[in-house]
T-cell receptor, first 113, second 113 residues
Framework: DTAVSQTPKYLVTQMGNDKSIKCEQN?????MYWYKQDSKKFLKIMFS???????INETVPNRFSPKSPDKAHLNLHINSLELGDSAVYFC????????????FGPGTRLLVL | GDSVTQMEGPVTLSEEAFLTINCTYT??????LFWYVQYPGEGLQLLLK?????DKGSNKGFEATYRKETTSFHLEKGSVQVSDSAVYFC????????????FGQGTRLTINP
């Protein structure tokens, strides 16, 4: 059973389009995250949600809008895609506070042409 | 702000060699420290963690000790295998309220038979 799943795995799209990436976790965790990994493999937090409430918004352009319909899901919608949005996006989840392990999904590789 | 610095890669070793990947951090308070591993084409998996000073995390033959005095969390393995080839990330969680991981830049490890 997949603990943290993301769809789609690959996404190729044109500049200016709007796209969504979905994330689901079946671990019963109360906190979910989005991270961006750039072409040099550097990973940076984008958003964090706890019990469907936004906890962290790490200076991400407002073209990115996360939505958490329930504790098990955290989707990422991106408007007006730009070339610089090309990256791998990872969803993660954890239970409780900062000392807890975060479990990562397999990633969504986004390529904007 | 908090930060993590890892040794520059890539690192190439022969099978059965001794591995050290250096990691130092800057943080307020007493962070929890993690090593994650990313195998080719996959998401991140927790390798090991330590939540307080002098704790040693270990898994799959890898070890790292939380050294507060040197603000370090170096990863070691006595005898590497080809299957250890991956990108290794050192990370911290600052335990100050913001639930996020701050990652180092990653170290690509290649093990030759």
């Amino acid at each position: 059973d997949t603990a943290v799943s993301q769809t789609p795995k690959y996404l190729v799209t044109q500049m200016g389009n709007d796209k969504s990436i979905k994330c689901e976790q079946n671990l019963g965790h109360d906190t979910m995250y989005w991270y961006k990994q750039d072409s040099k493999k550097f990973l940076k937090i984008m958003f964090s949600y706890n019990n469907k409430e936004l906890i962290i918004n790490e200076t991400v352009p407002n073209r990115f809008s996360p939505k958490s319909p329930d504790k098990a899901h955290l989707n990422l919608h991106i408007n007006s895609l730009e070339l610089g949005d090309s990256a791998v996006y990872f969803c993660a989840s954890s239970q409780g506070g900062n000392r807890e392990t975060q479990y990562f999904g397999p990633g969504t590789r986004l390529l904007v042409l | 702000g908090d930060s993590v610095t890892q040794m520059e890669g890539p690192v190439t070793l022969s099978e059965e060699a001794f591995l050290t990947i250096n990691c130092t951090y800057t943080a307020t308070g007493y962070p929890s420290l993690f090593w994650y591993v990313q195998y080719p084409g996959e998401g991140l998996q927790l390798l090991l963690k330590a939540t307080k000073a002098d704790d040693k995390g270990s898994n799959k033959g890898f070890e790292a000790t939380y050294r507060k005095e040197t603000t370090s969390f170096h990863l070691e393995k006595g005898s590497v295998q080809v299957s250890d080839s991956a990108v290794y990330f050192c990370a911290l969680s600052d335990n100050q309220g913001a639930q996020k991981l701050v990652f180092g830049q990653g170290t690509r490890l290649t093990i030759n038979p």
